[in-house]
């Protein structure tokens, strides 16, 4: 109970990024949302968001709906990722699922084994699903997999491992390797995809650029370019691992461009130099801080990106990315609130 003269702040529900259940007041929403942008500006080097953005998104945080929304006419496009799996009865039934009952406006087919180097074995079964999926659907349907540089390293792969040479003080070994990895990488992606759209695919999707380090994003940027130039109506999604290019090499380039340390905007603007259609930003998330922290931090750093940007720009908002909680299955009060911040702050194209 408050004391006399005093009035107590209404309790809101909310989310913390593991998916838990809290509630707060609007103030502590507030300093929640302040705390994130400015933790974002600080890493980043970019400006915070603005004193009106800062009060949009804590409207939308603050609100009393179960889900939240924008209006209508100003919804965002949907290229749904990993959508080809096997929930359904086949890899097609799941696909349509997502069309007729999902409503995602992109698609996407996949092997479980979701790395380039593993589908070029069997990129003809592939090819075979892919014809199947695109004579009964009429969504675009693109096929994706992970550049997933690592397994070119040893036990998986014929190369040294780079990341057991590193703590070896084997700098020269450790990059040498890296780069002939490059080599073998931008290879099998541009096999497997120029394969897929020779089976209809109306576009590729290179998912988690990056995971392995810069050499890992050399290897997607140039495997874009080569596939921009043998097929040159292809539609490209390049989407990241992370907020940042991790320096594992430390010295390539790209365009004359250094990759170790990239944020979004300069990420983006060598996916486009490439070739890519679309671009996806990913913000990891801080599972020990709530939703609303998690959300101004993720926009902060990848609104630099939507402004300058010269292709759509659909940012990762996935189970631990962009805001999203890190749960098999993020709740929709709190999806629904990320989504609708990323349109109305970020100004984002898709999700």
Sequence with gaps: MSAPGQTSEARIPTRVADGALIEMTRSELRAEIEEGTQAAAKRAKVPPLTEDELARLLDIFASAAAFVAVEQGDQLILSCD????????????????????????????????????????????????????????????????MPNLGLYSRPD???????????????????????????????DMVYVCEGMWEAGADGVDFDTAGAAGDADFLATLRAVEELRRRCPDIGIELGMAGEFVLGMHGELTYDGVRLAGLWPKDQMKLAARAGATVFGPAVNVNTGKTVAWNT????????????????????????????????????ADAVSRVAVACREIGRLDGL
């Design 82 to 145: 990993g959508t080809g799996s096997q929930i359904a009865s086949s890899r097609l039934e799941d696909l349509r699922e997502w069309e007729a009952t999902l409503g995602a406006d992109l698609v996407e087919l996949y092997h479980i084994d979701y790395s380039f180097k593993a589908i070029k074995t069997i990129r003809h079964v592939e090819q075979q699903a892919m014809r199947n999926v695109q004579l009964m659907l009429t969504v675009p349907v693109q096929y994706g997999a």
């Design 157 to 187: 792969g014929p190369l040294p491992n780079w990341s057991e040479l590193l703590p070896q003080g084997r700098i020269d070994e450790a990059r040498a390797a890296q780069e002939e990895a490059v080599e073998l990488a931008v290879e």
């Design 296 to 331: 101004a931090r993720a926009l902060t750093i990848v609104k630099p990106c939507c402004e300058e940007a010269t292709i759509p720009v659909h940012m990762n908002v996935g189970m631990g990315v962009g805001g999203v909680p890190m749960t098999p299955f993020p709740p």
